[in-house]
C-alpha cells in the first residue's frame, strides 16, 4: 500500500514538456556525437556509415541508460525538473528497465538508420514509414493514459514525472 501511496504522489509530466525535454537532449546527443564520431571515425563509405549509426546509438544507449539510472533524468529532462522513475515505487530504474525503455524508445530509429544506410530501394520508405507510425503510437498512448505512461513507459514499467519539491 504504501509504493502505491508513494507512486501515486508522483505528478506526470506533461506530453509537451517531454517532447522538449527530448529535443534538448537530441541536441546535445548530435553536438557531441559529431565530435565522437568524427574523431574516431571518417569513413564515408556504406561500411563507415553503418559503424557510425552503431557509434550514435551506443553513444545514446549510454546518454540515457546513465543518466536515468544515476541521475533519474536526463540532462533535458532535469532542465524541467523531470524525472524518469520505476512506476511500482519510484525508485531509481535499473539498468535493465533503462535498457528496456531505451529499446522501445529508440530501437526503431537504430534499426531505421541501418535500414535506411544498407541502400535496400523502397524498402526503407516503407521502413521509415512504420518507425514514424509508431513514434506516433508512442506520443498517443502517453497522451491518452491518465499517468502519462506511453508503450514505451508501460513496458519498461517507467514513469516520467515532475520531481517534487521535498
Do not use: C
Request: proline fraction near 2%; aromatic fraction near 14%.
Amino acid at each position: 500500500m504504501a509504493t502505491e501511496a508513494m507512486t501515486s504522489a508522483l505528478a506526470p509530466a506533461s506530453v509537451a514538456t517531454r517532447v522538449i525535454a527530448y529535443i534538448l537532449d537530441a541536441i546535445v546527443l548530435a553536438i557531441v556525437g559529431i565530435f565522437v564520431v568524427g574523431a574516431l571515425y571518417s569513413d564515408v563509405s556504406v561500411v563507415g556509415s553503418v559503424v557510425r549509426a552503431i557509434i550514435y546509438a551506443v553513444l545514446g544507449y549510454a546518454y540515457f541508460g546513465y543518466s536515468w539510472t544515476a541521475w533519474r533524468a536526463s540532462p533535458g529532462q532535469r532542465m524541467f525538473g523531470l524525472v524518469t522513475v520505476n512506476a511500482a515505487d519510484g525508485g531509481t530504474l535499473s539498468w535493465n528497465q533503462a535498457t528496456m525503455r531505451w529499446l522501445y524508445l529508440f530501437g526503431p530509429s537504430v534499426f531505421n538508420s541501418l535500414f535506411t544506410i544498407s541502400g535496400v530501394g523502397g524498402l526503407s520508405g516503407l521502413v521509415s514509414l512504420i518507425v514514424l507510425v509508431y513514434y506516433i503510437y508512442l506520443l498517443w498512448t502517453t497522451s491518452q493514459d491518465p499517468r502519462h505512461q506511453g508503450f514505451h513507459d508501460k513496458q519498461s514499467n517507467t514513469i516520467v514525472a515532475v520531481k517534487s519539491a521535498s
